[in-house]
T-cell receptor, first 116, second 107 residues
Framework: AAGVIQSPRHLIKEKRETATLKCYPIPRHDTVYWYQQGPGQDPQFLIS???????DKGSIPDRFSAQQFSDYHSELNMSSLELGDSALYFC???????????????FGPGTRLLVL | DAKTTQPPSMDCAEGRAANLPCNHSTISGNEYVYWYRQIHSQGPQYIIHGLKNNETNEMASLIITEDRKSSTLILPHATLRDTAVYYCIPSGYALNFGKGTSLLVTP
């Protein structure tokens, strides 16, 4: 079965640079979520989109923005990168169920970002 | 969001059943209990979820107490590849991973 695809898998940036992470959800999934996992930390929810609209917001820094496109893929844009942004970034996708509840989230393999 | 309490670590011998407990006493009536696991630095992997009935799939069984304040994930025959951090997450939407249980399966 097709899974969530994330690109790139690895990214190295300098401080103050920008980065764009991409997420391609499972086919037919209409909702995407972004999570950040720092070294030795548990994943933390950043933001989510349903049908191209922001649906929930977690601990996402103001320097980060994200959007979902008409083909449901999503991009996380990170500006003025800081050393502390070095982390694994996971994307997950799900489908809005008939009862208006989100169904199970399935995660991609992640993008490992290193800021030097 | 409901708070969860899981033991920080557990050991299990290969081939034996691994029983991972979770307390979620503040869970809301419409929140499912989801279990995910994360094998070192890989994307979290969905295992199973339930609302109030016990559930079983090809990976595991989930036992939820009648008052829904706790649940137990059962891996019936643990293998070395089941070594991972296991997260119990009451969820209606965004997942709050918490600390999880680090399960070590030993030969």
């Amino acid at each position: 079965a097709a899974g969530v695809i994330q690109s790139p898998r690895h990214l190295i940036k300098e401080k103050r640079e920008t980065a764009t992470l991409k997420c391609y959800p499972i086919p037919r999934h209409d909702t995407v979520y972004w999570y950040q996992q720092g070294p030795g930390q548990d994943p933390q929810f950043l933001i989510s989109f349903y049908e191209k609209m922001q649906s929930d917001k977690g601990s996402i820094p103001d320097r980060f923005s994200a959007q979902q496109f008409s083909d449901y893929h999503s991009e996380l844009n990170m500006s003025s990168l800081e050393l502390g942004d070095s982390a694994l970034y996971f994307c997950a996708s799900s489908l809005m169920g008939l009862a208006g509840l989100q169904e199970t989230q399935y995660f991609g393999p992640g993008t490992r970002l290193l800021v030097l | 969001d409901a708070k969860t309490t899981q033991p920080p670590s557990m050991d299990c011998a290969e081939g034996r059943a691994a029983n991972l407990p979770c307390n979620h006493s503040t869970i809301s009536g419409n929140e499912y209990v989801y279990w995910y696991r994360q094998i070192h630095s890989q994307g979290p992997q969905y295992i199973i979820h339930g609302l109030k009935n016990n559930e079983t799939n090809e990976m595991a069984s989930l036992i939820i107490t009648e008052d829904r304040k706790s649940s137990t994930l059962i891996l019936p025959h643990a293998t070395l590849r089941d070594t991972a951090v296991y997260y119990c997450i009451p969820s209606g939407y965004a997942l709050n991973f918490g600390k999880g249980t680090s399960l070590l399966v030993t030969p």
